[in-house]
């Protein structure tokens, strides 16, 4: 009898034993899972702005839509604010106004004119970018609703991907409509093109780097002289890469 209780405590210390060592062991995994996803994590906007024109402009008043979510927070204010943007030529001017809707960044100069050889074929272009570090994890799942985009975001469809091919990380993509205003004097037969971009991308390295990102963008093609507002297409893949990172504690 006394060797079958013995047995029996035997047993039951050993499964003690292991069941607290998995226990520590699932805690130090757990804690380490999570600093590491902590302490690698970066978030960041990356933003581009392009002008292009085949022929010279003058008078040159236009107002994009700077990304930005519902609350009106962009994370590229601050740098257009300062003048901080690069690639913009010392001839511009770049203001914020916030209609309550969406922001937009002014954009005047007296006149944009292109180098000898410019053609439709072979156009200038002006290209404005930055990259920003968020201080905060990106929502890249739903960006329309918790993220920066060129808002106002309107008419929101799902459609097919690019090329016809869905993202290789998944994720689904969509076709928008917002606006912008253009303002120049131009020959009858220019052509004039904005495209405005803005990715929004997390990153870690737990046990090997991962990341997942949102991408959005809007296109707007102008022949001759403008002068108002005209409705621009966007299109908006969310929702791309890796979803299993931990959740973190505050």
Not at 29 to 48: D, K
Not at 132 to 155: A, C, G, K, W, Y
Not at 184 to 191: K, L, Q, S, V
């Amino acid at each position: 009898m006394c060797k079958v209780m013995d047995r029996i405590i035997k047993i039951t210390m050993s499964l003690f034993i292991i069941l607290l060592v998995t226990s520590v062991a699932l805690v130090n995994y757990n804690g380490y899972v999570e600093n590491a996803y902590r302490t690698s994590l970066t978030s960041t906007y990356s933003y581009t702005c392009s002008i292009t024109t085949d022929s010279p402009l003058s008078n040159v008043t236009i107002f994009l839509p700077v990304p930005a979510d519902m609350n009106g927070n962009s994370p590229v204010i601050a740098q257009l604010s300062a003048h901080e943007v690069s690639g913009v030529p010392d001839t511009w001017k770049t203001e914020i106004y916030g209609t309550g809707k969406s922001t937009m960044v002014k954009i005047t100069t007296p006149s944009i004119v292109p180098p000898e050889g410019t053609s439709t074929k072979n156009p200038f272009t002006v290209t404005m970018y930055t990259n920003v570090t968020s201080n905060h994890l990106i929502d890249t799942r739903d960006p329309v609703e918790n993220s920066p985009m060129f808002r106002p975001v309107q008419d929101v469809t799902t459609k097919e991907c690019r090329n016809d091919e869905t993202p290789a990380s998944g994720g689904q993509c969509y076709s928008y409509l917002t606006s912008l205003y253009a303002d120049y004097n131009a020959d009858p037969n220019a052509e004039v093109s904005v495209r405005s971009s803005l990715t929004g991308k997390n990153e870690w390295n737990i046990f090997e780097p991962k990341e997942n990102e949102y991408r959005t963008d809007i296109y707007l093609l102008m022949f001759g002289e403008q002068k108002s507002w005209t409705t621009v297409r966007g299109y908006l893949e969310a929702g791309l890469g890796a979803y299993d990172a931990p959740s973190l504690q505050s």
